[in-house]
């Protein structure tokens, strides 16, 4: 994962921009950036970010969400990655003074206390998860009584059919380096498993699937006007380059909704 991440750095940061994750749209025309920034607030609505609370933001990617929790919300924020390219990169965004904290590490390693943090939020970091389970013990064990957890994951159909398994959930997860992605009906599983309590599980698909129009666009741009990243795209030393092959695929994986595009938020008793 980590690797898939350090390649492709300049392909993200050129394509997508700060924010390495859907943008929740209320009109198609409205600004990718925006958009992206709009989810993070649901994501502190749900959370109950607030000032002085300690948050973690699992598969941090350049820090984005961070600073919005840690500047807008008044939160101490610790932001984890894998990818160096990712912590360096985001490092340098960081303004003096803040209370965000970027770290390199695997969530699932469990190096954090116990109930360390009051929010724990994971956007689109789920489906990265080689253990989706011990990804919710942790947050189990990492938060406090009455803490938090807000999950935006993507997500397939409870029962997919075959044709969507083998042309676009099977490709989209092996060109973008996941080990699967869950349904809505396993995450409700391993919450309750973990003794969280679900407060809310919300469908946003809709409102989230012109984040690939805006990207398809951009790649398709991209290969006729940017000798850089057309140069990278057909880089056969790049093992991961064949992302780039998603970007059209999940766009299509929205559209017959083979995908889905889930918020759940839940709470530690």
């Avoid at 600073?67 to 340098?92: F, N």
């Avoid at 159909?157 to 349904?183: K, V, Y």
């Avoid at 000798?227 to 695929?249: C, I, K, Y």
Wanted: overall charge positive.
């Amino acid at each position: 994962m980590a690797r898939h991440y350090d390649e492709l750095d300049r392909f993200y940061r050129r394509l997508w921009g700060e924010h390495l994750h859907h943008g929740l749209f209320d009109f198609l025309d409205d600004d990718p950036q925006a958009a992206a920034s709009r989810l993070v607030e649901l994501v502190a609505d749900l959370g109950g970010v607030s000032p002085g609370l300690k948050v973690c933001d699992v598969g941090c990617g350049y820090g984005a969400t961070g600073r919005i929790l840690a500047g807008r919300y008044g939160a101490r924020v610790t932001g984890i990655t894998l990818s160096r390219a990712q912590l360096d990169e985001g490092r340098k965004k960081v303004p003096p003074g803040m209370a965000l904290e970027l770290v390199q590490g695997d969530w699932l390693a469990g190096g954090f206390e116990p109930e360390a943090f009051d929010v724990v939020v994971a956007i689109e970091s789920l489906a990265h998860m080689t253990d989706k389970s011990a990804f919710f013990a942790q947050a189990a064990r990492t938060l406090r009584p009455g803490g938090r957890l807000v999950v935006c994951a993507w997500a397939c159909q409870d029962e997919s059919g075959r044709l969507a398994r083998r042309f676009l959930l099977e490709p989209i997860c092996r060109e973008g380096a996941l080990p699967g992605l869950p349904s809505e009906a396993d995450c409700r599983r391993w919450l309750a498993a973990h003794g969280l309590e679900l407060l809310t599980a919300q469908d946003l698909s809709r409102r989230v699937s012109p984040t690939w129009i805006v990207s398809s666009r951009r790649l398709i741009r991209a290969v006729f006007r940017d000798p850089e990243l057309r140069s990278a795209l057909l880089d056969r030393t790049l093992t991961n380059r064949s992302f780039a092959l998603s970007v059209l695929r999940i766009r299509l994986a929205y559209r017959v909704r083979a995908m889905r595009y889930l918020v759940l938020a839940a709470r530690k008793p």
